[in-house]
């Protein structure tokens, strides 16, 4: 219980015993003394909202303004400007519009420093026109009303606007101080705009702000932004005291930049002279040890993490699934998975999300259906996410059910939306569902751009409509992308068009110059019509221009190792197994009606190494691999940098039903689910 006081206290001894308290932070006791007074003057309501407001009780703080108000007190400048700050960290837009209404009511609005301090509370509500109309009002504007005006744009994503405003201050006559740069310093990191950067920095040298340590710390991220690493070390290495963001900030540039020794060599310092880690630190490091293929180092950091204390977040967990799509990752994401469930963060939307994506990636579509089933509240990106996953398993129909449904829910679709689900209708031959997708986009408020057209031009490609998707490109608003003549040229190699061929791949000379895949493709297209001259030419032309083939490659993971064969590998020590195996399994696949397509060997040159035989391909050595080390399992699951050979398409198939297995091959276009002798793509992909 607080003592109550006695009553009739004289009016400046309540003032003093509520200043005591305020000032040592009892606020329950200054509240308690607050509402024995029977008539609170100004300065007592002062006294008290400015004590709530440093002690970060802001809504208590403008609470209390309302009741003063209530009361018709007339507020004075220091009470609106205590209000204001409360109003600035709680980013409370519509009170913060009330109380510049105030401040212009009760003729405070010329005070420089109440001024300054609605300008700073505009630019945390994200008001910039606010912002601005308070500060172009102020008869006299100091080095901090400039710094609350820059700090308001940068705030607010409008970095440029903010160094204009940093460059207007100097016109003006007003020097910007330590604080300013370092305010503004963001907006050259934001943009990458390195001369801007090295203009501050001259500025900063020349004015003695070189030792600040929020200088120094912006200053080395905004040499780490423009990929300036060395000029970035050297401002960490002068600076006389580092904080643990200057370190971070570096720590990231290295990763970021593919400098992974080097970053490992900085957390192993960082460590070594006792810098106390921050979170950020560990997820830098985890992190960069993802976006460099080290997923093995990034599980060891992030158990080193929780020995140290501290508790993966939702940046960790978001950092980790999306390197977890690669097959290799796979237990990595599961262990991933686990973690989020037991640490109850199944609730945080962006880390469902990149588990659905991750199991989407990896061929685990069913788990993916799953936990975006079990979300409970599911955003324009996780529907996408769904989306695009169906569609990169061929499962077209599903992809148009998602998305009604995505509209049924409320949830407005975006761009993004739309090319998932044109890619969908493109590998299940929906034509026309998709040219119906298409045309209802702009009701959506979403205009077509290239990626949409290229997409439609797919969908009629892919249903043999090649006529049709070539006028379609030819009537494109806007350029044709490489992806619209790919898309055709794709089409023309299964629907033998040579014309047609000819048209898309010499403007994809000129598009994509040095990508193989289009020369090759076009040769090939001539082979197949046993046009040897012009399949000459085309092979000379690349030849003439220095472009070489991607050769194939194919990846299988067993027991936590990833084992990785190309065309023709014999290499590998568990080669002789191999086509053993496949010999055997040839004679099989004869008995049961297979016969290979040699058309193969010629027209998918362009996704392998041309080798002697069909069987030395790169996935079929993967998938006989896997096969001969089963161990129980019933699933296989394959990776292919290219696309797969039609010819191994339909070897699959056999050997999926001879073995009794499900085997999942991902290429470099979508999965393919192979089934007791069929596919999921039913052929066409």
């Not at 219980?1 to 200043?19: I, Q, Y």
């Not at 010329?110 to 509370?121: E, Q, S």
């Not at 973690?339 to 994506?357: E, G």
């Not at 324009?380 to 449904?405: D, F």
């Amino acid at each position: 219980m607080l003592s109550k006081l006695p009553t009739n206290v004289p009016s400046h001894l309540s003032l003093r015993f509520l200043k005591i308290h305020c000032n040592s932070g009892d606020l329950q006791r200054a509240r308690h003394v607050f509402d024995q007074i029977p008539e609170p003057d100004l300065r007592a309501w002062t006294l008290l909202i400015s004590a709530y407001t440093r002690r970060g009780q802001l809504r208590e703080a403008i609470n209390l303004y309302t009741s003063l108000r209530a009361r018709n007190i007339a507020p004075d400048n220091l009470l609106l400007l205590s209000v204001a700050k409360a109003c600035a960290v709680l980013g409370d837009p519509r009170k913060a519009t009330e109380l510049h209404d105030e401040a212009i009511r009760f003729g405070f609005h010329l005070d420089v420093a109440l001024g300054n301090a609605m300008v700073d509370m505009f630019g945390k509500c994200k008001n910039v026109d606010g912002a601005r109309r308070v500060f172009d009002e102020m008869p006299v504007k100091d080095v901090i009303s400039w710094t609350c005006l820059c700090s308001c744009y940068v705030h607010c994503g409008l970095p440029r606007q903010g160094l204009v405003a940093f460059r207007e201050m100097g016109l003006s006559g007003v020097r910007p101080n330590a604080v300013t740069v370092s305010t503004i310093l963001p907006a050259c990191s934001e943009l990458r705009d390195l001369n801007s950067g090295r203009e501050i920095h001259g500025f900063a040298v020349k004015h003695g702000m070189g030792g600040n340590v929020f200088v120094s710390s912006a200053l080395v991220k905004v040499y780490a932004s423009c990929v300036s690493i060395k000029q970035a070390q050297k401002v960490f290495d002068k600076m006389s005291e580092r904080d643990v963001v200057s370190w971070n900030v570096l720590l990231t540039a290295y990763f970021s930049n593919g400098e992974w020794e080097k970053g490992m060599a900085l957390f192993c310092r960082m460590r070594n002279e006792g810098v106390r880690l921050d979170g950020a630190s560990w997820n830098a490091v985890i992190g960069g040890c993802l976006n460099n293929g080290e997923t093995e180092q990034a599980l060891k950091m992030l158990g080193k993490m929780q020995e140290s204390g501290f508790k993966p977040n939702q940046i960790t967990v978001t950092s980790l699934l999306p390197a977890c799509k690669d097959l290799e990752s796979l237990r990595a994401g599961k262990e991933v998975h686990s973690y989020i469930f037991r640490n109850c963060l199944m609730d945080d939307l962006a880390s469902t999300t990149a588990l659905v994506f991750m199991y989407a990636k990896c061929g685990e579509l069913e788990l993916s259906r799953r936990v975006f089933n079990m979300m409970p509240k599911k955003d324009t990106v996780a529907w996408n996410t769904m989306i695009i996953g169906n569609s990169m398993h061929g499962n077209g129909g599903e992809a148009l059910l998602l998305y009604r449904n995505m509209l049924e829910s409320g949830v407005k679709p975006n761009s993004v939306t739309y090319t998932g689900v044109l890619c969908g209708c493109s590998h299940s031959r929906l034509v026309d569902e998709g040219i119906k997708v298409f045309d209802s986009m702009r009701d959506h408020l979403v205009e077509p751009d290239a990626d949409h057209y290229s997409c439609l031009v797919d969908v009629l490609s892919r249903a043999g409509r090649v006529e049709e998707a070539y006028q379609f490109i030819q009537r494109m608003p806007m350029e044709p992308t490489a992806g619209a003549w790919g898309a055709l040229l794709g089409a023309c190699r299964v629907h033998r068009n040579v014309e047609l061929a000819k048209i898309a791949a010499n403007r994809l000379f000129e598009i994509e110059p040095d990508n193989p895949g289009n020369y090759v493709l076009l040769s090939n297209i001539f082979v197949t019509a046993k046009r040897w001259e012009e399949a000459s030419e085309t092979r000379k032309l690349m030849r003439d221009r220095g472009v070489t083939k991607t050769p194939g490659c194919s990846w299988v993971q067993l027991r936590n190792r990833v084992y990785s064969f190309v065309a023709g590998d014999r290499s590998n020590e568990h080669s002789e197994k191999i086509y053993k195996f496949l010999e055997g399994m040839g004679e099989k696949m004869r008995l049961a009606g297979f016969v290979p397509n040699t058309d193969f060997v010629l027209q998918d040159v362009d996704q392998e190494e041309k080798v002697g035989t069909l069987c030395n391909h790169s996935e079929k050595l993967a998938v006989a691999f896997a096969i001969l080390n089963l161990n129980g399992e019933s699933t296989i699951r394959v990776f292919k940098n290219l696309r797969i050979c039609g010819d191994c398409h339909n070897a699959i198939k056999y050997m999926a039903k001879i073995v009794g297995v499900r085997i999942i091959v991902r290429d470099s276009l979508r999965f393919h689910h192979f089934d007791d002798g069929d596919c999921s793509c039913g052929d066409f992909w």
